[in-house]
């Protein structure tokens, strides 16, 4: 990676990674774009530029501009948000990334995409979930999500693009609100925990799921896009987790930091049932032994350093 076009960069996600690779790789060599402005630092810092990923002729004209190498596509609509609107969904999660996968073809770009534990459905093992598996989502995220992985590995089986993935778990941090995921409890509980001491979650007590704190994911990232291409054998969707938890969990770890934390439930039907469909916890190995895959913070540390965080900001 030398000149890298973020997509979707003041979501969750982008708006933390930009500021990392940044550091790393220089400002003037991160061009931040979102559909939107904001205030946030990324906005300052670099390169920033508006961009509607499913305006193919405006990504391509700012990807030429810059003189990219590296194409890193967030822009996307996110579970329960596209459970809402599928034909938005599916116009802007597979539109847009056909749009970034052409433009990194015509450029030569390197090419990085997230997939979900949305890939997965029903059919698909709960439990240590294997990096091979069956992949039947009934949820229009999860469709846009498999396909997403297939078309990653069509361009580098057809035209030599150095596509690479990963299929998150549930994101957790404390910068960027989450943008409408089914797992976005998981970050809520902990803002609800410093400003009110207690939570009511949407999701059910023993909803086990995969999470992952944001240090790490992005770490992911760069690791993934640093590896020598030769060792990749999977490159487009590698399954990658930090913890399988459900709220009682997070709860329990949350009340080791406020002991009077009270944790309740009003259970909404919709994203339960997407939560239903997902695995309880997948196997990380491929991403171990094909690129190091590793995390440094478990469910302790990751409350630890979530409740600690928000509380400063709180002052
Ligand atoms: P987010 O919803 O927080 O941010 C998405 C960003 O895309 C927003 O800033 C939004 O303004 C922008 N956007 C929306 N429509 C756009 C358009 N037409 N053109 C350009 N930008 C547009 O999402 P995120 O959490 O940062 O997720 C990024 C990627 O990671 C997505 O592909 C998502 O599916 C994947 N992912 C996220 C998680 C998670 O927990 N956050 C988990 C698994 C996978």
Same mark, same amino acid.
């Given at each position: 990676?030398?000149?890298?076009?973020? $997509? #979707?960069?003041?979501?969750?996600?982008?708006?933390?990674?930009?500021?990392?690779?940044?550091?790393?790789? #220089?400002?003037?060599?991160?061009?931040?774009?979102?559909?939107?402005?904001?205030?946030?630092?990324?906005?300052?810092?670099?390169?920033?530029?508006?961009?509607?990923?499913?305006?193919?002729?405006?990504?391509?004209?700012?990807?030429?501009?810059?003189?990219?190498? $590296?194409?890193?596509?967030?822009?996307?609509?996110?579970?329960?948000?596209?459970?809402?609107?599928?034909?938005?969904?599916?116009?802007?999660?597979?539109?847009?990334?056909?749009?970034?996968?052409?433009?990194?073809?015509?450029? #030569?770009?390197?090419?990085? $995409?997230p997939s979900s534990i949305g890939a997965f459905g029903p059919s698909t093992p709960k439990d240590n979930t294997p990096q091979d598996t069956i992949q039947r989502p009934n949820t229009m995220?999860?469709?846009?999500?498999?396909?997403?992985?297939?078309?990653?590995?069509?361009?580098?089986?057809?035209?030599?693009?150095?596509?690479?993935?990963?299929?998150?778990?549930?994101?957790?941090?404390?910068?960027?609100?989450?943008?409408?995921?089914?797992?976005?409890?998981?970050?809520?509980?902990?803002?609800?925990?410093?400003?009110?001491?207690?939570?009511?979650?949407?999701?059910?007590?023993?909803?086990?799921?995969?999470?992952?704190?944001?240090?790490?994911?992005?770490?992911?990232?760069?690791?993934?896009?640093?590896?020598?291409?030769?060792?990749?054998?999977?490159?487009?969707?590698?399954?990658?987790?930090?913890?399988?938890?459900?709220?009682?969990?997070?709860?329990?770890?949350?009340?080791?930091?406020?002991?009077?934390?009270?944790?309740?439930?009003?259970?909404?039907?919709?994203?339960?049932?997407?939560?239903d469909s997902w695995p309880h916890s997948i196997d990380a190995t491929a991403a171990k032994t094909e690129w190091g895959f590793h995390t440094r913070y478990d469910l302790k540390a990751m409350?630890?350093?979530?409740?600690?965080?928000?509380?400063?900001?709180?002052?």
């Amino acid at each position: 990676m030398n000149k890298i076009l973020v $997509t #979707g960069a003041l979501g969750q996600i982008g708006s933390e990674l930009v500021v990392k690779l940044r550091e790393i790789y #220089g400002a003037d060599h991160v061009v931040a774009t979102d559909l939107r402005s904001s205030s946030h630092e990324i906005t300052r810092s670099g390169p920033f530029e508006l961009l509607d990923v499913t305006n193919a002729k405006a990504m391509f004209e700012i990807a030429k501009r810059y003189e990219v190498d $590296t194409v890193i596509h967030l822009a996307a609509l996110l579970s329960a948000t596209a459970e809402e609107k599928p034909l938005l969904a599916w116009n802007l999660n597979m539109g847009g990334l056909m749009n970034a996968l052409e433009i990194s073809r015509e450029l #030569g770009c390197q090419f990085f $995409t997230p997939s979900s534990i949305g890939a997965f459905g029903p059919s698909t093992p709960k439990d240590n979930t294997p990096q091979d598996t069956i992949q039947r989502p009934n949820t229009m995220y999860g469709v846009n999500k498999v396909s997403g992985e297939l078309l990653c590995d069509y361009y580098f089986h057809k035209y030599g693009v150095d596509t690479r993935g990963l299929r998150f778990p549930g994101l957790i941090s404390y910068m960027t609100p989450p943008g409408g995921g089914t797992t976005d409890y998981a970050v809520e509980i902990y803002h609800a925990a410093v400003t009110a001491g207690r939570y009511t979650s949407y999701m059910a007590k023993d909803s086990k799921m995969d999470m992952m704190y944001m240090p790490d994911a992005l770490d992911a990232i760069i690791d993934l896009m640093e590896a020598d291409s030769s060792r990749l054998i999977h490159r487009n969707s590698f399954n990658v987790t930090a913890m399988s938890v459900d709220p009682e969990a997070i709860a329990a770890a949350i009340r080791e930091e406020i002991p009077g934390f009270i944790l309740d439930y009003d259970v909404d039907p919709k994203r339960q049932a997407i939560a239903d469909s997902w695995p309880h916890s997948i196997d990380a190995t491929a991403a171990k032994t094909e690129w190091g895959f590793h995390t440094r913070y478990d469910l302790k540390a990751m409350t630890k350093d979530m409740l600690s965080q928000l509380s400063a900001r709180q002052m």
